[in-house]
């Protein structure tokens, strides 16, 4: 006669795991994701300018149809009077005046990594430009596209707490 427990037992663990698997798929989709601008200096004292600045990214739950990613950078620590200098769909730029420890910094930065592992995406989307006592921080999503072949567009630009905040997304 064949035993049908161990099936039966397997099937079972199975099933009672599937919605704690399901969980950790949602909540690994929700976690908030640290991403690295190395700063390249044209400065011969590199103290005038920070050696990298940190923006925070998190995607939001999922959406029938859509996506999209919240993002944030505390720009102040470098900058005040921040303000958005320019905007379309695809692109922002805020602009803010370097505090006095930065404002001789003379530079550019880009992505170079996420969560500590380098950065490999298609596009540097996030970037920085240190001139003249002014720091210009641009997210720039032109050449992204989703799944469809739409472009990445702006969802939503703005200041919070004097900092930049935004939304980008597309659909799936």
């Not at 692109?91 to 592992?117: E, N």
Request: with cysteine; hydrophobic share 35%; charged share 15%.
């Amino acid at each position: 006669m064949i035993s049908f427990r161990p099936l039966i037992l397997i099937i079972g663990t199975s099933i009672g795991l599937l919605p704690l698997l399901s969980n950790w798929c949602v909540q690994a989709q929700n976690q908030s994701q640290k991403i690295e601008l190395k700063v390249y200096s044209e400065n011969e004292q590199k103290q005038s300018c920070p050696d990298k600045v940190i923006v925070t990214e998190k995607p939001r739950p999922y959406q029938e149809g859509s996506f999209a990613t919240d993002g944030s950078i505390n720009l102040s620590a470098y900058a005040s009077n921040i303000s958005v200098q320019g905007s379309n769909s695809f692109s922002v730029t805020w602009v803010g005046t370097l505090k006095p420890k930065y404002a001789r910094c003379f530079a550019s930065a880009g992505m170079t990594k996420v969560d500590g592992q380098d950065y490999s995406g298609k596009i540097n989307y996030l970037r920085m430009h240190f001139v003249k006592g002014k720091v210009y921080f641009i997210l720039d999503l032109a050449g992204g596209y989703d799944a469809n072949d739409y472009p990445l567009v702006v969802l939503k630009n703005s200041l919070k707490n004097g900092n930049p905040n935004w939304t980008w997304g597309g659909t799936d």
